[in-house]
């Protein structure tokens, strides 16, 4: 406690209520939850096994415990949780499995595999339209599962023609998850929440279970995350939820920032602490995002302050177009990094759209800057990989089915989603694996014998491959795999350029060139497919949640990746209408969110921030003018200095600038 504020003190020792720690930026808040638990198990006696805390990414929650380590010892932490709301869901629901309509072995299907369960339903194909349709309907029932939405509730009020398309398209991609025993991402929330709705005595244990709830984020959750939250607290209220409704930038996937106002409706006697002190940035760089975000409604104001000095003024640069602005941004990066005898890492460029790296890209490439971007799409979660590895994962476990389901009509093998439903049901019936039962012959008698003739030569060929890559050759079975189904001819068929085809075709065998090596290694003399796979799909579960790279490299990310990062040097790249504020914010009237991000882009910085923007910009291949970010005129004017086209530069500190540049380049030669 001694190493807390008096404000950061006060949220850990409180416990007689429900509370509200309102954390600003950079203020210190992970510290807070984890002293917070380890004063609750050495000060208040409650056993760790009934402390949850919860948060949205499994890097979060890693810190959470490798924090809560150090400070309790390890006999005494033994059955605490801290985890993602997601894992806890899954929690319960495995342990409640049986009244959740589950069996043993249930599986969990990513994005990217209901999306394809959807296709298949709606008898869609691989081209863009088909694949826009499967997740324009794939967006609306997870909006209406974070809503807690039934299928009955959904077509009872559908209005249109699409929604009722989309209602009873939910309805069917229930059922068939049901018969499949599997969930999807969204399930993990509201299976337990109409669990705990319709069995009193189960949400009795739970709360039992959990008596006393820290939440992290708590702005960023949605409907059906808010009421999991409120049925295990209530109605004791034994809980604290951290929160900063300014950075709630979350919307376009269901987080409410409205529930942190809700709480006090709930709660009338939540207490409500401010943490204000920031331990991250300069107080040049505070006020320009208190002066910004002002400008957004609040239910609790707060103000952003800290001890680190005033700093440097705030550069806006304004450029003639989008190649002079990533050149410029590429060329002072440079010579700030030389300058100052900087590391790469110790700056980071940001920006509103993904679109706007490619550009930059090409700029550090050519000046030799080391450079990473972050949240680009994953090798693994390419669609003609995940094909691939869900084949790799059926040669080596039968048992798969959400492996089964995703490829048994890839490439198309006119198995329609009645015969899997049936194919489904009678697994269940028999307790075994989709794929098990693929050859039996009573298939006959419950499905069009063309179908189960289908189902039949599919395992038949399957099986074939299964010995030849465990009798003989690995990859001799693989290859044959891929080219006897034409493979290739399918990804060509399904791809909306023949480019876009090549580069598929190159990433599957990619992908075998991998297995190839892995198994030529041999390093232990026991190296078979099995555990290259498992390999495999570990490589693939490492890749999307290490998000962290300390190699000395310039980052690149979207200001929505950016959230809870900091870095010394910040570029935020195109503040401008329509790019940051994006077009459809200010078309739908959704300013608010924009705002806050553009807050979160600010509060990134820890010494100096740069703004940039284009004066003109290619739009569908013509240069158009573009206006500067109403943001922009937003920030205290006399903490600015302009730079660039149009801004009056003294020539005195252009040349000192040019001498420090050139002395920093021998100095780096030497």
């Not at 580069?503 to 555990?531: C, F, P, Y």
């Amino acid at each position: 406690m001694s190493q807390l504020n008096s404000r950061q003190q006060e949220a850990v020792s409180y416990t007689q209520g429900p509370l509200l720690v309102l954390a600003g930026a950079g203020s210190g808040k992970t510290s807070v939850i984890t002293r917070k638990i380890a004063w609750l198990i050495q000060h208040h006696q409650i056993s760790a096994r009934h402390i949850a805390a919860v948060t949205f990414t499994n890097k979060a929650a890693r810190e959470m415990k490798e924090r809560v380590s150090a400070l309790v010892p390890r006999s005494e932490t033994r059955g605490l949780i801290v985890s993602t709301f997601h894992n806890l869901g899954l929690r319960i629901i495995k342990q409640e499995q049986a009244a959740s309509g589950l069996r043993r072995g249930f599986s969990i299907l990513d994005q990217t595999d209901s999306r394809e369960l959807l296709k298949e339903l709606l008898h869609r194909g691989d081209s863009e339209r088909d694949v826009q349709a499967a997740e324009f309907i794939h967006a609306r029932i997870s909006k209406w599962k974070n809503e807690l939405v039934t299928p009955e509730q959904a077509l009872s009020t559908a209005e249109t023609d699409e929604d009722m398309r989309a209602a009873i398209a939910y309805g069917e991609y229930n059922r068939m998850l049901r018969a499949c025993n599997a969930v999807d991402f969204d399930d993990l929330i509201m299976l337990p929440v109409v669990l705990f709705r319709e069995q009193p005595r189960i949400l009795e244990k739970w709360r039992n279970r959990v008596r006393y709830l820290l939440v992290d984020e708590y702005q960023d959750t949605n409907s059906a995350q808010y009421e999991l939250v409120r049925q295990l607290v209530e109605p004791l209220g034994r809980f604290t939820v951290v929160g900063d409704d300014d950075q709630s930038i979350y919307a376009w996937r269901g987080a409410r920032p409205e529930n942190l106002a809700q709480l006090q409706t709930d709660w009338p006697n939540l207490k409500v602490v401010k943490l204000e002190q920031n331990y991250r940035s300069t107080g040049r760089i505070l006020k320009a995002a208190n002066a910004v975000i002002s400008n957004n409604p609040h239910v609790f104001e707060k103000t952003l302050w800290s001890d680190y000095g005033y700093g440097d003024p705030i550069r806006v640069v304004s450029l003639r177009d989008e190649d002079a602005e990533t050149d410029w941004i590429a060329s002072d990066l440079f010579h700030q990094r030389m300058q100052r005898g900087l590391h790469w890492k110790d700056f980071a460029i940001l920006y509103r759209g993904n679109f706007q790296s490619r550009m930059m890209e090409t700029k550090l490439q050519s000046l030799q800057i080391p450079y990473k971007v972050s949240g680009g799409k994953s090798f693994f979660a390419r669609s003609e990989v995940k094909d691939l590895m869900c084949y790799f994962r059926l040669l080596v476990n039968p048992d798969d089915d959400n492996a089964f389901l995703r490829i048994i009509n890839t490439p198309r093998r006119e198995i329609g989603p009645a015969t899997l439903e049936k194919l489904a049901g009678w697994a269940a019936k028999r307790n075994q694996s989709m794929y098990h039962v693929c050859d039996d012959f009573a298939l006959s008698e419950i499905m069009p014998p063309k179908s189960a003739e289908k189902l039949r030569e599919f395992k038949q060929w399957l099986d074939a491959k299964r010995e030849l890559c465990f009798r003989d050759n690995s990859t001799r079975a693989i290859r044959e795999l891929i080219t006897e189904m034409d493979y290739e001819g399918w990804l060509h068929q399904n791809s909306s350029s023949p480019r876009i085809g090549e580069k598929r075709v190159e990433n599957i065998w990619t992908l075998v060139a991998s297995v190839q090596r892995m198994l030529d290694k041999d390093e232990d003399g026991d190296t078979d497919l099995e555990t290259v796979i498992a390999k495999l799909v570990l490589i693939d579960m490492l890749e999307q949640q290490d998000n962290e790279d300390d190699t000395d490299k310039v980052q690149l990310m979207t200001l929505h990746a950016s959230k809870g990062l900091e870095y010394p040097h910040v570029y935020l790249m195109g503040v401008e209408e329509e790019l940051l504020p994006h077009r459809t914010s200010i078309e739908e009237d959704t300013i608010v969110e924009e705002r806050r991000l553009m807050y979160v882009g600010i509060t990134r910085a820890k010494r100096n921030l740069t703004l940039s923007h284009a004066m003109t910009r290619k739009q569908f291949g013509e240069k158009v003018d573009t206006v500067p970010s109403r943001f922009i005129e937003e920030l205290p004017q006399e903490d600015l200095e302009f730079v660039g086209e149009g801004a009056k530069i003294d020539p005195d500190r252009a040349d000192e600038m040019a001498q420090a540049s050139i002395a920093g380049l021998r100095a780096l030669l030497n």
